[in-house]
């Protein structure tokens, strides 16, 4: 799953900039971490404090792991917020509507009566997003229904179902096949025998589809997800409704039981967690659930094996490196660069700043990864790994320092690999964006340091290089709606362009 690129180039912009200070919210942690957090139709909520230049605000409250649009589900309370026994039971009552209408026995029902249907008649509602029986279909005749469901759609249910495109919510951005085909190669080259698919159906799928072809692959996957509707594909013990932000399995302790026995299965022997999360959820509560998953594994280990660990790839942007690398100091980050298949940015081929910035972070050692040569990366012999072909050996950092597939240089006042585009301000005392900020603002707005707006809201974001295309076209709409007008902006580029029609007017009438 990928990010919105606008919070991509909020923390490329402000991390590399002297505007360090931070503004949002931050997840926290409940001054009795035994009690439990009120619950909603996404499971248990977070605790969270809003943050303003650095500081945290005095009142703290609970909200939705999994949704950052309160469209999608707004509950909100406050940390020392009493309620009424009546607003509980309307909460209550608001929880269970929002569940899905068939509960995970019914869907394993279902789906094994679907498998014992005659070709012809099995159907599936795009509309509705549901495989039909035969009793469904009067319900859903004026839908667009899709009829012959082979067995092979079946084992694809990625390619039948809409991906979910709500950026704050649950956005679904689905494996290309070139990146899904590599990892799978790469698990079964590395010796896995299971593998626990948290966020990442395209995988689950391709290991599934491997394991019952003619490759016959002794690879089993378990997927854990929040979109209900893959439910309906699967046993038991291939899927479980499962929210990674805060650890929850909405079918309760036996969805829980399936995935320890999963986990713990050989004595916890040759399990790898694949992991591929929305780049807009919180480093933190993510971290926090993986290492509830480590737990559960464990359990299962004999007490000298404590000190092994658990195989994990998380997939992740590369600018979230450092925030990775707090929870998990043992992950490294491999340049591979993940793509996806229906998101317009983050694809294969592309070059500079338009390449996909998602990267595997791994627990396991560089030097066990084997990348593809053809695909354009290159074993360095000094950093023993595979590194991507733009990315240079630095023999004052002793190491390949390229994080986005770029050839970086050398600062030897920083005295480290800085971007290309960085150049070294002596007012800060580090590399940064030629346009940046130097110190940052003191308090308020990040562009103008002005107090009771956020720098999104600027009105004098327009003038940064970091300002949207949205707000440039609007700019230059302005500059045509002016001129038109017989008002002419002061604008550069609207002098410009009267002085070339002047010119031209002259050579006309000549």
């Known amino acids: 799953m990928a990010a919105p690129r606008d919070q991509r180039e909020t923390v490329e912009a402000e991390g590399s900039a002297g505007c360090r200070r931070s503004s949002g919210v931050e997840v926290v942690q409940p001054a009795d971490p035994a009690a439990p957090a009120p619950l909603c139709p996404h499971g248990p909520t977070l605790l969270f404090v809003k943050v303003n230049q650095g500081r945290e605000e005095t009142r703290r409250f609970y909200a939705c792991s999994a949704s950052r649009d309160r469209k999608d589900c707004n509950f909100f309370q406050w940390e020392d917020e009493k309620l009424s026994e009546a607003r509980l039971a309307a909460r209550e009552a608001h929880n269970r509507r929002c569940q899905p209408p068939l509960t995970r026995m019914q869907c394993v029902e279902r789906y094994l009566k679907f498998l014992e249907l005659p070709l012809s008649q099995r159907k599936f509602c795009e509309r509705c997003q549901q495989l039909l029986l035969p009793d469904d279909w009067e319900k859903h005749h004026e839908h667009q ?180 690398r707090q929870f998990f100091p043992s992950f490294s980050m491999l340049d591979y660069q993940v793509d996806y298949d229906n998101h317009t940015l983050y694809k294969h081929g592309k070059t500079g700043r338009k390449q996909s910035p998602v990267r595997i972070f791994t627990n396991i050692p560089p030097n066990k990864i084997v990348l593809p040569t053809e695909e354009g990366y290159r074993f360095c012999p000094l950093c023993q790994r595979y590194v991507s072909m733009e990315n240079q050996h630095c023999e004052h950092c002793d190491s390949c320092t390229s994080k986005d597939g770029r050839k970086w240089n050398h600062c030897f006042l920083c005295k480290k690999c800085v971007k290309p585009s960085w150049i070294h301000c002596t007012i800060c005392n580090h590399c940064a964006v030629p346009d940046h900020c130097c110190e940052g603002p003191k308090d308020g707005c990040f562009v103008c340091g002005e107090l009771g707006h956020k720098r999104t809201a600027c009105p004098n974001i327009s003038s940064s290089k970091s300002a949207h295309k949205k707000q440039k076209q609007r700019k230059s709409n302005t500059v045509k709606l002016e001129t038109t007008k017989g008002h002419p902006m002061n604008h550069p580029s609207a002098i410009r362009k009267k002085k070339r029609r002047e010119r031209a007017h002259q050579y006309l009438c000549s």
């Open 145 to 324: 229904v899709v009829g012959d469901i082979s067995v092979t759609q079946l084992r694809r249910p990625s390619r039948l179902l809409y991906p979910l495109e709500n950026k704050k919510t649950n956005a679904q951005y689905l494996f290309a096949d070139r990146s899904c085909q590599f990892l799978v190669d790469l698990l079964s080259t590395l010796g896995f025998r299971r593998v626990l698919c948290v966020g990442t159906p395209r995988l689950h799928e391709l290991i599934r589809l491997e394991a019952s072809g003619d490759k016959k692959s002794n690879i089993k996957s378990l997927l854990l997800d929040i979109d209900f509707r893959y439910s309906q594909f699967y046993l038991e013990d291939s899927f479980c409704h499962y929210n990674m932000f805060n650890h929850h399995f909405f079918d309760g302790k036996a969805a829980l039981e399936e995935c320890r026995a999963f986990l713990q299965e050989d004595e916890g022997e040759g399990v790898i967690i694949v992991t591929d999360p929305p780049f807009g959820g919180l480093v933190e509560p993510l971290a926090v659930t993986f290492k509830k998953l480590i737990a559960l594994w464990k359990e299962g280990q004999r007490q000298d094996d404590n000190h092994k660990e658990l195989p994990i790839f998380w997939i992740f942007p590369y600018f979230f490196e450092s925030r990775i």
